[in-house]
């Protein structure tokens, strides 16, 4: 029986920005919160993760698996690892690890539960949104996972936030603008102009009486 687990530091947010290979960088231990002094291999490049092995966690393991049973210790190991150590935390994740692969179902079965928790914790462990987002996705968090570059991955899941962002726009204003013509349409208002209606709601916000106040003048 494996003694340790092999844990992956991904390079990222600022961690080793100034490092050079053999420079000596100080990591923390995600099981247990304590300081590692690391000396980066002399063949390391900027965004490359450093693996190490560490002293598996065994009292947090065997907690975690007796509240989500049932899986594989590694989906134990990088849960705990995501989670800081924190055994409830963990728990919490792997719940919404089996139901975003309920929801998602085919479209994740090459992943592994890594990727997917990875691909869960870039968006903030909404499972419905990390489903709606996967055509997208998917190639980012297998790139990441294939070359441990998390700089492409987290550009990546901007990205991806942004267009969820101008999508959840685009359908406030056309939600809106079908109400604005359904209440125009009543007062004898027809072909009301969209651009003319987006540059309203420029100046006076989702403001319906102002707008169709503007209109009819």
């Known amino acids: 029986?494996?003694?340790?687990?092999?844990?992956?530091?991904?390079?990222?947010?600022?961690?080793?920005?100034?490092?050079?290979?053999?420079?000596?960088?100080?990591?923390?231990?995600?099981?247990?919160?304590?300081?590692?002094?690391?000396?980066?291999?002399?063949?390391?490049?900027?965004?490359?993760?450093?693996?190490?092995?560490?002293?598996k966690p065994k009292q947090k393991l065997n907690r975690l698996s007796k509240i989500v049973p049932a899986l594989p210790e590694k989906t134990y190991v990088f849960a705990l690892v995501c989670a800081k150590g924190i055994v409830d935390e963990a728990a919490a994740q792997l719940r919404r690890l089996i139901e975003f692969r309920r929801l998602a179902d085919s479209k994740v079965k090459s992943l592994s539960d890594a990727e997917c928790i990875d691909y869960l914790q870039a968006h903030n462990f909404d499972v419905k949104v990390a489903a709606r987002s996967l055509d997208i996705g998917?190639?980012?968090?297998?790139?990441?996972?294939?070359?441990?570059?998390?700089?492409?991955?987290?550009?990546?899941?901007?990205?991806?936030?942004?267009?969820?962002s101008q999508e959840k726009k685009r359908q406030h204003f056309a939600d809106f603008f079908e109400k604005l013509k359904a209440t125009a349409s009543q007062m004898g208002l027809k072909d009301i102009s969209e651009e003319k209606v987006k540059a309203l709601v420029a100046y006076f916000g989702y403001q319906m009486e102002a707008i169709i106040g503007e209109l009819v003048s």
């Open 1 to 55: 029986v494996q003694s340790t687990v092999e844990v992956m530091f991904a390079s990222y947010r600022n961690r080793f920005a100034d490092a050079q290979p053999g420079q000596v960088v100080i990591l923390t231990n995600p099981f247990t919160g304590e300081e590692i002094r690391h000396a980066l291999p002399k063949d390391w490049r900027h965004n490359v993760p450093v693996r190490l092995q560490l002293p």
């Open 138 to 164: 998917l190639p980012a968090i297998r790139k990441f996972h294939a070359t441990g570059d998390f700089s492409a991955f987290q550009a990546r899941i901007v990205e991806m936030a942004y267009a969820r």
